[in-house]
């Protein structure tokens, strides 16, 4: 593991696809080691007293929870930052807000997800504002870069997924996993999670199934990619899988309508989207389709619209499951911090 680890130093997290897979099997061990000795009681304080920032520029639960939990346990400060209160709206560029925030910052997490072509592109220019200030200054602090969710990718999220999956059904070599859209009521959801599912889990053994009513297709180039079945049928993908995820996002070409939209547009296509979802109420997990599959896990980012996304029966049945699901999330990121931060993380682990 040292030499897969020492490849990982300063080692930023943008997406899943653009760490190999030996990578992201190197960083899962550190999760689940991190998770032992968690459970033993054990506070590693790896990175004591530096500080972890976080930017959120939408709502968020669990990963704000799972990136304070996480730099804790490494003995880091936690610090939560609320994207509207930065100087971003003020036209403040993304460059700008890293090189203030790398000033102090010894990591970053961001969540920038609510239009299409604009999180990665401004996590990834926000790091090149880290990186620019760190190389003017002849820093050599290692300031890495966490995506806890863009328009394209949620790997912290699908990375936990991934640990629990394996957790509980062992290899995924030959495992069917649906996932599959699914009506809510309430806002038009990011396309990042189940975008994030197809391209990670297929990498690791799993058949996975899109099923998706017709106008709600993720990034093409993404699915194109990842190489699973699409179809348009719930039932279809149900059927005989070994675990489930149905969760809503937003049509797709209604998505693309917020690029560049002003808040005006931003509430109409919002509208629009929701009376589109209102065409498709059947699309829910519930008990029949529950008894179409192999007895299937079922797996969610939470939280999820019950009576529309999912049946309170089936919720009630996995309510403690996708509690334990979302709490992997702590771990991944501890791995992510660890990995890119402490030399010889082998030897403190062992």
Known sequence: MTDDLAALRGRSLLTTA????????ALLAVARRFEELDRAGARPGLLADELAYAVFFDNSTRT?????????????????????????????TAEETGAMLGMNAHALGIRHDKVL???????????????????DNGETR???????????????QTLADLLWLREQLGSLDGRKIAVSWAYSPSYAKPLSVPQGLVSLLPRFGAEVVLARPPGYDLLPEVVAASGVRVVDDMD???????????????PYDLMRERVGADAATMRDVEQRALARNAEHRDWICDERRMALTADALYLHCLPADIG??????????FRTHVAKEANKKVFVIMALLAVAKVEGLADALA
Not at 142 to 153: F, M
Request: hydrophobic share 40%.
């Open 18 to 25: 653009e760490w190999t897979t030996e990578e992201l099997e």
């Open 142 to 156: 290692c300031v890495p870069v966490v995506n806890l969710q863009c328009d394209v990718d949620h790997p912290t």
């Open 308 to 317: 529309a996304e999912v049946t309170a029966g089936v919720m009630t049945q």
């Open 236 to 250: 279809e993908a149900f059927a005989g899988a070994h675990a489930v995820y149905p969760k809503s996002w937003g």
């Open 64 to 92: 704000k929870s799972a990136w304070a939990g996480a730099a804790a346990r490494l003995g880091m400060h936690p610090v939560i930052v609320d994207g509207e209160s930065t100087q971003v709206a003020h036209g403040e």
């Open 117 to 135: 072509g604009e999180g990665n592109t401004f996590q990834r220019a926000l790091k090149a504002g880290i990186d620019a200030y760190l190389a």
